[in-house]
């Protein structure tokens, strides 16, 4: 039984920080890229960032690149996204997925991945 758990959302002020966390069971974590996407009302899954089986590779969406830094921790199953200089345009669901399919471009296209978990919602406002 594969379990994939967001946490770590929250409502914040522009300019701040959060951290969300991801774990993931009954699965061989070390095995699969994991990847943040987000879901704003009205508005389509789009990509955030994603980092490789061994943490070697990581990619970020244009619109997060410099401000999100997602990191992972196989010994804990985890997989974390640190968010700073909030802004309104990233308020959204953002949730937590897994693949085998590691390569650019699979690993920003949702459809390419496994399990997801059941979101956390990031609520910017100033």
């Known amino acids: 039984q594969v379990q994939v758990v967001e946490s770590g959302g929250g409502a914040v002020q522009v300019g701040g920080s959060l951290r969300l966390s991801c774990t993931a069971s009954?699965?061989?974590?070390?095995?699969?890229?994991m990847g943040w996407f987000r879901q704003a009302p009205g508005k389509e899954r789009e990509f955030v960032a994603s980092?490789?089986?061994?943490?070697?590779?990581?990619d970020y969406a244009d619109s997060v690149k410099g401000r999100f830094t997602i990191s992972r921790d196989n010994a804990n199953s985890a997989v974390y996204l640190q968010m700073n200089s909030l802004k309104p345009e990233d308020t959204a669901i953002y949730y937590c997925?897994?693949?085998?399919?590691?390569?650019?471009?699979?690993?920003?296209?949702?459809?390419?991945?496994?399990?997801w978990g059941q979101g956390t919602q990031v609520t910017v406002s100033s």
């Open positions: 997925g897994t693949t085998r399919g590691g390569l650019y471009p699979y690993r920003r296209l949702w459809r390419k991945y496994d399990y």
């Open positions: 009954g699965l061989t974590f070390s095995s699969y890229t």
């Open positions: 980092i490789s089986t061994s943490g070697s590779t990581l």
